[in-house]
């Protein structure tokens, strides 16, 4: 009997410190990811200071907020004079449900790999520098009701997998230089046409079956 209660014991104590690991290899990875956005920024204004990498976890880092299971939910750095570059290690924040680094002067592109954020609901990106394709891989965001990518510097057409998003209530990609045509499927069929102003070379909406999606775009 003492063996059995032994074991037990020796199980639970197993199970318990498993459970501690778990979450510190999630903590560590979402830090990772986290601080690999910090280094590819400018801050002058210092409001990354508390990001420090050799915290166990980045829940208690300013514009941080997480779960009662301690994964990262949110990213507010929104109007925080920010400038630089996206990272794809924003890819990794899987539990990640709002991205919001509006109103900064971030350059570059937007990281493909944004479109492994499974749980997003808010993806705010306007009022930036940023420039290229609006990946297609943001197709793959079931969860996003708000996407908000005005005023930058954004090319090419507006991906279709978006019209395939049934959660999605506000896209406003106006002020950019888009192409193509406006989707009028699924969720698009709702967004006002103030939302896609001032393209100079996007048309629309489209004429579905009548007209290629991707003119203008060559």
Known sequence: MVGFKASCMNSMIWVFFSLILVNWVSGNSEGDALFALRKSLKDPDNVLE????????PCTWFHITCNSDNHVTRVDLGNSNLSGNLVPDLGKLENLQYLELYKNNIQGTIPAELGNLKSLISLDLYNNNISGNIPAELGNLKSLVFLRLNNNQLTGHIPRELA??????????????????????G?????????FENNARLEGPELVGLASY?????
């Open 187 to 195: 969720p698009f069929e709702h967004i006002p046409l103030e939302n």
């Open 214 to 218: 991707d003119t203008n775009c060559v």
């Open 164 to 185: 395939k998003i049934s959660s999605l209530k506000v896209v406003d990609v106006s002020n950019n230089h888009l192409c193509g045509t406006i989707p009028t499927s």
């Open 50 to 57: 508390s990001w420090d990498p050799n915290l166990v976890s």
